[in-house]
């Protein structure tokens, strides 16, 4: 479905944020991007649907290589590339259904938008997809006036109502609580499962990563160190993902919390009794 | 790291050197007040100078009473007055919004010719005072109300198109580039992508600016523009001190009603 | 679910005035006032295509300026300007910083806080010509009484916004400084100058500029500068000398404000 071909990236300062990724996406599968901050993944997922410029390499969705496309084309191609955003990046001032409607602009003309007249089949299914993301009623509420997971579920929304082929999703859970992350990817993986969509998934929390995807890439410095199904992901694979001190140091972190987490736990249990 | 072995015995905010320049700037603007006093009094007649309490306690009792008996003819002009303020603040903001979006580093078409352009116009309108615009203008097009709209409409193009680009600058990038993301066009990323977020500062800056320029026209009439200052000039002409007194009064009046609509329209948008 | 049950049709809800009667009665209200206000501008068309040659020149003007035949007159008013602007800039600035102290209530007894509250207000409701009208008046013509105006124009403005910068400072610093047993020059010197200094600087010089701008206007009114001599430019429909004057003008603005964009950078 996807193939990412030498994919690489240098950027005007010199910085070489991807150099020579090759990937592979069959349709259906949904995988996690792993690895420290500055490894390039945001770079990897923007260079998909070029809000990035690729530097070289190709970029195959289906058989349409996005990296060689002009302006109108690229406008056409982004159509079928659905994107999440970290911290949603919703229009904060719009409703929440103007929010969802806007996944429908690269299908209408900029009259029908700009008198928000979107053809009725496109009304229905924003409607049907606010249903199914649990926000039917708030369709005329201010975006801003959601919470941050009610956001991130319009985000989803708006993305789905492009009938993407593609998901991109940026740290989807980067400013959300433990139990907000969890919903929101267990949303993400049934949605992509009901509509067998393939999606790439920034994500930086690797238990989370572990948990719900079915294959994870490792990049380290631009490039892909490791590539396989999570089982494999042992101590020595993300210690050459993350390098010692900052794997040790997250994962002290972790331990860390998660002993907090248990703490708060027993304390609660023992109020209750 | 050198462990520190010795303390300073005098503790100073300022290195010597900085000091030094901060003090020789301070001599260097005093000495240039001295100048600058020096030339612009030259050609003052002190006799006058020393004169003016008498002649402000002179003003001052010829001012009195008011003669509130010239109000009823006060009304049409100040009606002028008002459309000359609304009606070229909405030709201002109409003429300001292309301007603001050439100008906008983020949303200009090109950088090299059409920015520095828009810019220049912002530049231009805004060095200019309205008075200097309603001068040209009722020479050009001859006295009257149109002159005043005019000159406040391009005055206006300045102040809007400065505040109004800032804001399109300071829009939030994430929100712009989710709606690239979907396919939508350029005008369609301008129209869900930008304007929604520069709303909320368009309506206060017009508002604003409304508020501004009502306390304009009141003046532009000195020059032929139209309005109260109409009324102002004929009776600063033939001293006619008493009508003077209520003219200002209504103008004082007319700014205190505009500031407080602008400020109680400007807390409900935002 | 079937497809029936969802919406085929989707209204934005009104954001602002959200009761429908409201709504109606306010866009009737605004396209009768404008039907009204368009209805009462008196054009004169002949006099207006009259004028439109006359534009025309003055856009030649513009292009074209003439900046020797007049240099003189431009010269002196320039240095009229140029010398009120830097003068009534520094007096207002020095005048402001007691009057804008005196008017926070956070450091003023009330009574000291409500006479300097009410100076700014007089300052800030008359505009500059009025102002100079009157001063022109008592201190005869020329630059002298542009001096007093601008100062006192100055004063409204830096004070209030001084006055309001110090309100708002971080009471906590002031606490701490309090706490140390300060005296009061002593709390305004170390916990309120600092805070509010950079702002100060940067006020004064965006008012150097808007004072500039003005001084080019209240010569209309005689009270000296740049602005008399345009005038008289305008009045002799010199356009070409007054197209020159007007770039001189937008020249120095510009200086005015990289260089104070500038400065305002080296200072911090």
């Given at each position: 479905m996807l193939k990412l071909e030498g994919l690489s990236k240098t950027y005007k300062t010199g910085d070489a944020a991807l150099s020579d990724v090759t990937l592979e996406i069959p349709k259906g599968q949904i995988v996690g991007l792993i690895g420290p901050s500055g490894a390039g993944k945001s770079t990897l997922i923007r260079c998909i649907n070029r809000l990035v410029e690729p530097t070289g390499g190709k970029v195959l969705l289906g058989d349409v290589d996005l990296a060689r496309l002009g302006k109108a084309e690229l406008r056409r191609q982004r159509r079928r590339i659905g994107m999440i955003f970290q911290e949603y990046a919703l229009v904060e001032r719009l409703t929440v259904m103007e929010n969802v409607l806007s996944g429908r602009l690269g299908y209408v003309s900029f009259w029908r938008s700009f008198l928000r007249r979107y053809p009725p089949r496109d009304v229905q299914e924003a409607f049907r997809l606010l249903d199914r993301v649990g926000l039917m009623h708030q369709a005329d509420k201010r975006a801003d006036a959601l919470s941050g997971g009610q956001r991130q579920r319009v985000g989803i929304a708006r993305a789905l109502a492009q009938e993407p082929e593609l998901l991109l999703v940026d740290e989807p859970t980067a400013s959300l609580d433990p139990k907000t992350s969890r919903q929101i990817m267990r949303l993400l993986t049934e949605i992509c499962a009901e509509r067998n969509l393939p999606a790439i998934v920034n994500i930086h929390d690797v238990p989370l990563a572990q948990q719900f995807m079915e294959r994870i890439v490792g990049l380290r410095a631009g490039r892909v160190v490791f590539d396989g199904p999570p089982s494999e992901l042992s101590e020595t694979v993300l210690t050459t993902i993350y390098g010692e001190e900052d794997w040790n140091a997250m994962r002290k972190g972790d331990e860390e919390q998660s002993a907090a987490e248990a703490d708060a736990r027993d304390r609660m249990a023992a109020l209750a009794k | 790291m050198t462990e520190i072995t010795h303390y300073s015995q005098t503790w100073a905010h300022r290195t010597p050197k900085a000091r030094l320049f901060l003090w020789a700037g301070w001599a260097a603007l005093v000495a240039l007040f001295v100048w600058c006093w020096q030339l612009m009094t030259a050609n003052t007649i002190w006799a006058f100078v020393w004169d003016a309490p008498r002649q402000a306690a002179d003003i001052g009792s010829r001012m009195m009473p008011p003669r509130l008996s010239y109000l009823p003819e006060l009304l049409v002009p100040l009606w002028d007055t008002l459309n000359i303020a609304t009606l070229g603040?909405?030709?201002?903001?109409?003429?300001?919004?292309?301007?603001?979006?050439?100008?906008?580093?983020?949303?200009?078409?090109?950088?090299?010719?059409?920015?520095?352009?828009?810019?220049?116009?912002?530049?231009?309108?805004?060095?200019i005072n309205s008075l200097i615009w309603a001068l040209?203008?009722?020479?050009?097009?001859?006295?009257?109300?149109?002159?005043?709209?005019?000159?406040?409409?391009?005055?206006?193009?300045?102040?809007?198109?400065?505040?109004?680009?800032?804001?399109?600058?300071?829009?939030?990038?994430?929100?712009?580039?989710?709606?690239?993301?979907?396919?939508?066009?350029?005008?369609?990323?301008?129209?869900?992508?930008?304007?929604?977020?520069?709303?909320?500062?368009?309506?206060?800056?017009?508002?604003?600016?409304w508020d501004i320029n009502i306390r304009e026209s009141t003046i532009l009439g000195l020059v032929g523009a139209g309005g109260i200052g109409l009324k102002l000039q004929a009776s600063l002409n033939v001293l006619a001190w008493p009508q003077v007194t209520v003219i200002l009064l209504l103008i004082l009046g007319t700014v205190v009603v505009s500031e407080w609509v602008s400020a109680k329209v400007r807390r409900a948008i935002i | 679910m079937s497809d029936q049950s969802y919406p085929t049709t989707w209204r934005r809800p009104p954001q602002i005035v959200t009761n429908r009667r409201w709504r109606l009665a306010l866009q009737i209200g605004i396209l009768v006032y404008l039907v009204l206000a368009v209805g009462s501008i008196e054009v004169d068309w002949e006099r207006v295509s009259i004028g439109l040659e006359r534009g025309q020149r003055f856009v030649m003007g513009f292009l074209q300026p003439d900046f020797t035949s007049r240099w003189g007159d431009i010269y002196r008013g320039l240095i009229e300007s140029l010398t009120m602007t830097l003068t009534s800039t520094v007096?207002?600035?020095?005048?402001?910083?007691?009057?804008?102290?005196?008017?926070?209530?956070?450091?003023?007894?009330?009574?000291?806080?409500?006479?300097?509250?009410?100076?700014?207000?007089?300052?800030?409701?008359?505009?500059?010509?009025?102002?100079?009208?009157?001063?022109?008046?008592?201190?005869?013509?020329?630059?002298?009484?542009?001096?007093?105006?601008?100062?006192?124009?100055?004063?409204?403005?830096?004070?209030?916004?001084?006055?309001?910068?110090?309100?708002?400072?971080?009471?906590?610093?002031?606490?701490?400084?309090?706490a140390t047993g300060a005296s009061w020059w002593q709390?305004?010197?170390?916990?309120?100058?600092?805070?509010?200094?950079?702002?100060?600087?940067?006020?004064?010089?965006?008012?150097?500029?808007?004072?500039?701008?003005?001084?080019?206007?209240?010569?209309?009114?005689?009270?000296?500068?740049?602005?008399?001599?345009?005038?008289?430019?305008?009045?002799?429909?010199?356009?070409?000398?007054?197209?020159?004057?007007?770039?001189?003008?937008?020249?120095?603005v510009m200086v005015a404000e990289y260089g104070s964009s500038y400065l305002r950078k080296f200072l911090q």
């Open positions: - | 603040t909405i030709a201002g903001v109409i003429m300001a919004v292309p301007v603001a979006f050439l100008a906008a580093r983020n949303t200009t078409p090109s950088a090299r010719i059409l920015r520095p352009i828009a810019l220049f116009i912002i530049v231009a309108s805004r060095s040209l203008l009722v020479a050009i097009i001859g006295p009257g109300i149109l002159a005043g709209i005019v000159a406040i409409a391009l005055r206006s193009i300045g102040f809007v198109g400065k505040l109004l680009y800032e804001a399109i600058e300071e829009t939030d990038a994430r929100q712009i580039e989710a709606v690239e993301a979907t396919g939508a066009s350029a005008t369609q990323v301008l129209s869900y992508g930008i304007v929604p977020q520069i709303m909320p500062a368009f309506w206060g800056i017009s508002v604003f600016r | 007096v207002g600035v020095l005048i402001s910083v007691p009057i804008g102290i005196g008017a926070a209530s956070n450091l003023a007894p009330a009574w000291i806080y409500y006479i300097c509250r009410s100076i700014i207000a007089v300052s800030r409701a008359l505009q500059e010509i009025i102002i100079a009208i009157f001063l022109v008046a008592m201190f005869g013509f020329g630059p002298f009484a542009g001096f007093l105006t601008l100062s006192f124009a100055t004063i409204g403005f830096l004070a209030k916004l001084l006055a309001d910068d110090i309100e708002e400072i971080d009471e906590a610093q002031a606490e701490a400084v309090r709390l305004v010197n170390y916990a309120v100058q600092p805070q509010v200094m950079p702002r100060l600087i940067g006020l004064s010089l965006y008012r150097l500029d808007i004072n500039f701008r003005e001084s080019a206007v209240i010569g209309i009114v005689g009270a000296g500068g740049i602005g008399a001599t345009l005038n008289t430019a305008i009045d002799r429909y010199e356009y070409d000398s007054a197209g020159a004057i007007l770039l001189i003008i937008i020249g120095i």
